[in-house]
């Protein structure tokens, strides 16, 4: 595993929420979203409801993008996570067990779970130099 993908996930296990931009025509919608990250398959696994307004745009068009970041006034503290990616319904049962296993709770509420297919990652990192960004995948190469 690439040594930015280790970072992606050292960094996202530490936190639980994610911001969620969708789009469709010239409609726009953000939420923010309880999520579970699996480092293997390199996919977030969140819930959501049919009827909200972000999930009547990924009907439509299921790219996404989102962030999620360390708020902290320290600039060099600054850590912060963008990714793009595809929003599938979840039918790996093993992915579902690792979500109910972060969220004991959501099991009442018995949600449909959904994954984020990622394709891209921009994670900035002052910790590592201001405006340290790591890019994956790396079109460098």
């Given at each position: ?60 068009n299921s790219r996404v993008a989102g962030n999620i970041l360390l708020e902290t006034q320290s600039v060099g503290k600054i ?19 690792f979500y109910f296993k972060k969220f004991p709770y959501a099991l009442a509420l018995n949600p449909t779970l959904y994954k ?26």
């Amino acid at each position: 595993m690439s040594i930015i993908l280790t970072k992606v996930a050292e960094f996202v296990d530490e936190h639980h929420v994610m911001s969620l931009a969708t789009s469709f025509a010239e409609e726009l919608s953000v939420c923010s979203l309880f999520y579970a990250y699996d480092e293997k398959s390199r996919c977030f696994v969140v819930a959501s409801s049919e009827d909200t307004l972000h999930m009547q745009h990924i009907k439509q068009n299921s790219r996404v993008a989102g962030n999620i970041l360390l708020e902290t006034q320290s600039v060099g503290k600054i850590q912060g996570l963008q990714f793009r990616g595809r929003f599938v319904v979840l039918h790996e049962g093993i992915l579902k067990k690792f979500y109910f296993k972060k969220f004991p709770y959501a099991l009442a509420l018995n949600p449909t779970l959904y994954k984020i297919e990622v394709d891209f990652f921009k994670f900035t990192d002052n910790r590592l130099g201001f405006g340290k960004k790591l890019i994956w995948p790396d079109s460098s190469l």
